[in-house]
């Protein structure tokens, strides 16, 4: 079992940053793919980016590229997404998401969620 929790969400201007974090507990990351996805009001969740934790391969959703960046740190157990250029459109629940298929956009192909934290950015 992989308990997740996420943090670093918040309220920023648009053109501003936000850092998120993605703590495992219970079990380690090796092994798997961390994702990060999204859900705004209204909307279905949305694949946001993912890294593969043992080969470190990302992948990015077409709306974040050039902005946000996806990373590991092993020692911490840890995945961190750096969004930069934050645009309204980016507001949402933001949640980290543990499963197995490399490179996987599907929301079923993950097996393990955190709560999520709100990023709210404003015009």
């Known amino acids: 079992q992989v308990q997740l929790g996420e943090s670093g969400g918040g309220l920023v201007q648009a053109g501003g940053s936000l850092r998120l974090s993605c703590t495992a507990t219970?079990?380690?990351?090796?092994?798997?793919?961390v994702a990060w996805f999204r859900q705004a009001p209204g909307k279905e969740r949305a694949f946001v980016a993912s890294?593969?934790?043992?080969?470190?391969?990302?992948y990015y959703a077409d709306s974040v590229k050039g902005r946000f960046t996806i990373s590991r740190e092993n020692a911490k157990n840890t995945v961190y997404l750096q969004m930069n250029s934050l645009k309204p459109e980016d507001t949402a629940v933001y949640y980290c998401?543990?499963?197995?298929?490399?490179?996987?956009?599907?929301?079923?192909?993950?097996?393990?969620w955190g709560q999520g934290t709100q990023v709210t950015v404003s015009s």
């Open positions: 890294i593969r934790w043992s080969f470190g391969g990302k």
């Open positions: 998401a543990v499963g197995s298929t490399d490179g996987s956009t599907r929301y079923g192909d993950y097996a393990y």
């Open positions: 219970g079990r380690a990351f090796s092994g798997y793919v």
